[in-house]
């Protein structure tokens, strides 16, 4: 991941993003205390789609994260002590300027992170979705009033703000990860310091810049980049840090969560997921077609509730995969920067490898390719269909993050939840059928934390998104969200009744 790391690289004539209205937004030092911060030590960051290099950023450590921590401890008496409103305001504008920048922000991510154009503009509006969300919630932090349980006894439950919050962000969604984390900290008077995925800084730090120039204050958002391990090692044991939100990897999410209670700080993990999409005989073909392509294909087939497993019923399954198949094997692969494409390519080498390992082993064991299995240059890889993938195939076990559908068929329903459910993983499931009674039935026994009933597209600001078992633990988006940043407190007061 450091192979581009490059001490005093000279930067200046590499390729950039281009038609950018303001070149401005690509920013190439770290936001620490709303001061811009620079090193001599310096991260590439590549265009998967071609490997130039699109900008760099400070390789920043230990010690300018504890600088960090200590400017959002300093901000956040200040940014807790305005009204509900008042951190409102300044979200909404926030917000309001990633909107008005909606097209800027989408090539940056698209020249970092490769994903399609289109896709990287709905992004865009999907995370200033959740800082607007937050403005309005910020008004709406209550706590309660308890009945007594004695005549001189008054009961009050505050709602606090958890303290400063540390943030550890990946690459697949370089804006709407960060915004679905720091719209409820900043709503309700957290100060955060978030590391973004050193393979896509530059969409983290363009959003600092318009916090900066939203009026968020000096220290309350700060964006630190660099190595992972350093930097993670100050935000999971310094004691200052009251809260730790992570969306990643699960076996990094464990790793850091168990650090975390050294300090017993707050957690929320976001992590990975093995998605199933169960089809049964009586679905809408055309439905479940359109929904497999938005949850399997979307970004590359590269998002942790992406279906990981496709279960069809034997009735529809011949012509389910051979309408999917139809269907991305029309797919245009393409550079985003450079015109208008359905896939781009993966994020980096292990990515494809991973692919090509879930199609070997499922091939290995009897599956067929329908469609795709092979290299499309570069970091492309073809969208491939297989059939008669075995239950307990690879690509059924681990979550392949790559444009692979994998479908084994089943007879049953209960033969469909028992393979559904046999996972650790628990974020999303995905339906299809016209039996409501079934639809109910299949809601209740998914062992996950969403299901989507005859659609492939879950995710909206206003909903919860996360998962059970290994998957994770919070929330993120709607009410739910703010309770990950608050923490309860008990006022019991003792008054003379005369
Ligand atoms: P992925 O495999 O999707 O890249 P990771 O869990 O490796 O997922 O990365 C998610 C985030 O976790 C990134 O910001 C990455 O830099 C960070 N990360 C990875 N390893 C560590 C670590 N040892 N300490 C702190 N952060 C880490």
């Given at each position: 991941m450091f192979q581009d790391m490059g001490v005093?690289?000279?930067?200046?004539?590499v390729s950039r993003i281009p038609g950018l209205q303001r070149a401005d937004l690509v920013r190439s030092e770290a936001f620490i205390g709303g001061a811009w911060v620079g090193a001599e030590s310096r991260i590439l960051v590549d265009n998967p789609a071609d490997g130039s290099v699109v900008g760099d950023v400070p390789n920043l450590g230990a010690a300018e994260a504890m600088d960090a921590v200590t400017a959002a401890r300093d901000a956040m008496p200040g940014w807790q002590g305005l009204t509900g409103k008042a951190r409102g305001e300044v979200l909404r504008r926030w917000s309001q300027l990633m909107l008005a920048h909606a097209e800027d922000l989408a090539r940056i991510m698209t020249g970092e992170q490769g994903k399609p154009l289109t896709e990287a503009r709905g992004e865009v509006a999907y995370a200033a979705g959740f800082l607007e969300w937050f403005a309005e919630e910020a008004r709406r932090v209550n706590g309660h009033v308890l009945t007594p349980h004695a005549a001189d006894k008054r009961l009050t439950v505050l709602r606090r703000p958890v303290g400063v919050v540390a943030a550890i962000t990946p690459w697949n969604f370089p804006l709407a990860m960060i915004t679905r984390k720091a719209g409820p900290a900043l709503a309700v008077g957290c100060a955060m310091v978030l590391k973004p995925s050193e393979l896509t800084p530059l969409s983290a730090l363009a959003l600092a810049k318009l916090a900066e120039e939203a009026g968020v204050?000096?220290?309350v958002f700060n964006v630190i980049t660099g190595e992972a391990a350093p930097i993670g090692e100050v935000l999971t044991g310094d004691p200052r840090v009251r809260k730790f939100t992570f969306t990643g990897s699960t076996a990094v999410g464990k790793m850091l969560a168990a650090r975390c209670m050294a300090t017993v700080k707050r957690v929320s993990l976001e992590l990975g997921g093995n998605a199933p999409f169960i089809v049964f005989d009586d679905a809408d073909i055309e439905a479940a077609v359109d929904g497999a392509v938005a949850s399997k294909f979307r970004n590359t087939g590269q998002t942790c509730v992406c279906a990981n497993r496709f279960f069809v019923q034997t009735g529809i399954h011949d012509r389910f995969a051979a309408a999917l198949a139809e269907r991305v094997g029309g797919f245009r692969l393409g550079s985003g920067l450079t015109g208008e494409f359905d896939q781009g390519p993966l994020i980096d080498a292990r990515a494809v490898a991973k692919v090509r390992a879930h199609i070997a082993d499922a091939v290995e064991a009897g599956a067929r390719i329908l469609t795709g299995g092979q290299s499309a240059g570069g970091l492309f890889f073809e969208p491939t269909v297989l059939v008669d993938?075995?239950?307990?195939?690879l690509v059924n076990r681990e979550e392949t993050f790559g444009p692979l559908a994998a479908i084994t068929r089943f007879e049953t329903e209960s033969e469909a939840v028992r393979m559904a459910n046999d996972t650790s993983a628990g974020l999303a499931a995905y339906v299809f059928t016209k039996d409501m009674s079934r639809s109910v039935r299949l809601s209740e026994a998914l062992e996950c934390g969403m299901v989507g009933l005859n659609t492939g597209l879950i995710s909206t600001e206003i909903a919860p998104f996360g998962g059970i078992k290994e998957s994770g633990m919070g929330r993120e988006g709607s009410r739910y969200g703010l309770e990950d940043y608050l923490d309860l407190k008990l006022v019991c007061a003792e008054i003379d009744l005369e």
């Open positions: 005093g690289v000279n930067v200046r004539n204050p000096p220290g993938v075995k239950p307990d195939a």
